[in-house]
């Protein structure tokens, strides 16, 4: 019994070192490059990643938290859906989790560049839920200390779901790469109806919907129907 529970008690901390180690994820086809060809996007532990130029992308978030995570993408030019999400210690038994509405990250990177999101950390969890409507925040470039701020989204955080009120295309992660906006907007830029919107809004709205709700738990999926109801 003794050496079972010495070996659980191994295990259990071979995974924590593992889950504290920072992950990188290659977001772009081939072998891996060295830094100083790609750009590196830090992300910190506190930011979920929802889109990276409309896409929803495998691996950028994980369960076990972490300092930050590395994001290895092709040069170019990025919009990084990204909210934030917190679990805070209310007291000795409770505690809540905040997440935001998401804020519009903006990339633009050269061979060799690192970025990194930042945003103005909460001091407590009043502070944390008043920014649940207004979140914003910056990428910064590590070597230049260039800033560019990050601009408040058109997706509002509902229970557990993300519903647009602007026609914001969600692509299903049917591979774990992203391309630079410029390629990505010349292949798929809808044009534009006879009204003067966008031909393909109401289907972007609808495609949004369906990744989230095949991304929700039960749980959720329940509360959006409550809350559809009320």
């Known amino acids: 019994m003794l050496f079972l529970r010495l ?6 901390a071979l995974l924590l070192s593992a889950c504290a180690q920072s992950p990188v994820v ?15 996007v830090r992300v910190p532990s506190q930011l979920e990643v929802f889109t990276i130029n409309g896409k929803e992308v495998d691996g950028v978030n994980t369960f076990f ?6 994001l290895k993408l092709t040069p170019g030019r990025y919009e990084i859906l990204a909210y934030y999400k917190e679990l805070w210690q209310l007291d000795a038994d ?16 050269k061979p ?18 008043a920014m649940e409507d207004s979140f914003t925040g910056w990428a910064e470039n590590a070597v230049s200390g260039e800033k560019v701020a990050a601009a408040q989204s058109q997706l ?13 295309e969600v692509a299903a992660p049917a591979s774990n790469t992203v391309a630079p906006q410029a390629t990505a907007a010349s292949t798929s830029a809808p044009a534009p109806a006879a009204g003067g919107e966008p031909a393909a809004a109401a289907a972007s709205y609808l495609d949004t919907l369906k990744a989230q709700w095949n991304q929700a738990t039960p749980e959720e999926r329940r509360e959006f129907l409550q809350w559809i109801a009320e």
Do not use: C
Request: proline share 5%; no cysteine; hydrophobic share 40%.
């Open 7 to 12: 070996t659980a008690i191994a295990l259990f």
């Open 26 to 40: 290659q977001l772009y086809d081939g072998p891996a490059q060295s830094d100083n060809k790609v750009v590196t």
């Open 65 to 70: 938290a972490s300092d930050f995570k590395d």
């Open 94 to 109: 409770n505690h809540e989790i905040v997440k935001t509405n998401p804020a519009n990250f903006i990339v633009d990177g």
């Open 112 to 129: 060799g560049d690192m970025w990194v999101l930042g945003y103005k950390q909460p001091a407590d969890v009043e502070a944390a839920r």
């Open 156 to 168: 509002i955080l509902k229970r557990g779901f993300l519903a647009p009120v602007t026609g914001e």
